[in-house]
T-cell receptor, first 113, second 117 residues
Framework: DQQVKQNSPSLSVQEGRISILNCDYT??????FLWYKKYPAEGPTFLIS?????DKNEDGRFTVFLNKSAKHLSLHIVPSQPGDSAVYFC????????????FGKGTKLSVIP | GAGVSQSPRYKVAKRGQDVALRCDPI?????LFWYQQALGQGPEFLTY????????KSGLPSDRFFAERPEGSVSTLKIQRTQQEDSAVYLC???????????????FGPGTRLTVL
């Protein structure tokens, strides 16, 4: 069973508009969440993270929102740029002392110029 | 500075062959992880090293999979008697700190794409 779910395999957005990528999780022990970005033929690159004690974390054009009651998080990219076109993975870890990351299947974002 | 490097980048093996995949972590990084990413899936945890000690191998799918990091730097993932279901991208990641710091960013290499025919 998938503990981290990214239900949209792909997303297309016009340049300059907002991209919203969604992620749901089932394991209530997860308390730390990350987004990774992956270009073809490269490894995933850390983008942004959020601890469960927060509901929002912002870094430049990237903001992650966490709704613990709904077990849902989202990544907002504003404004979207063509260079943001990549596969985005949501990942989670459980509990202090945890290093194992559980990943979703990824969402492929295409930003159209 | 140099990131995590992996070799070979691509490996084709006939079913039943043994393969060895190499990972060079970022210099000085204490922690090293191996992940397996099947087509269309996210990476899945295989094993974790803290320096030369393999502290967690709970994700290794079978006893055909073996990993080592004898001097606490370079690591090798070995797969014996490869099967078609072993076809995947094998990702290595390293992080500077000790296990248990879940805020410690894991830096990933580009992966080795293994195809078993």
């Amino acid at each position: 069973d998938q503990q981290v779910k990214q239900n949209s395999p792909s997303l297309s957005v016009q340049e300059g508009r907002i991209s919203i990528l969604n992620c749901d999780y089932t394991n209530s022990m997860f308390d730390y969440f990350l987004w990774y970005k992956k270009y073809p033929a490269e490894g995933p690159t850390f983008l942004i993270s959020i601890s469960s004690i927060k509901d929002k974390n912002e870094d430049g054009r990237f903001t992650v929102f966490l709704n613990k009651s709904a077990k849902h998080l989202s990544l907002h990219i504003v404004p979207s740029q063509p260079g943001d076109s990549a596969v985005y993975f949501c990942a989670a870890s459980a509990g202090a002392g945890s290093y194992q990351l559980t990943f979703g299947k990824g969402t492929k974002l295409s930003v159209i110029p | 500075g140099a990131g995590v490097s992996q070799s070979p980048r691509y490996k084709v093996a006939k079913r039943g062959q043994d393969v060895a995949l190499r990972c060079d972590p970022i210099s000085g990084h204490v922690s090293l992880f191996w992940y397996q990413q099947a087509l269309g899936q996210g990476p899945e945890f295989l094993t974790y090293f803290q320096n030369e000690a393999q502290l967690d191998k709970s994700g290794l799918p079978s006893d055909r999979f073996f990993a080592e990091r004898p001097e606490g730097s370079v690591s090798t993932l070995k797969i014996q008697r490869t099967q078609q279901e072993d076809s995947a991208v094998y990702l290595c990641a390293s992080s500077p700190g000790l296990a248990g710091v879940n805020t410690d960013t894991q830096y990933f290499g580009p992966g080795t794409r293994l195809t078993v025919l």
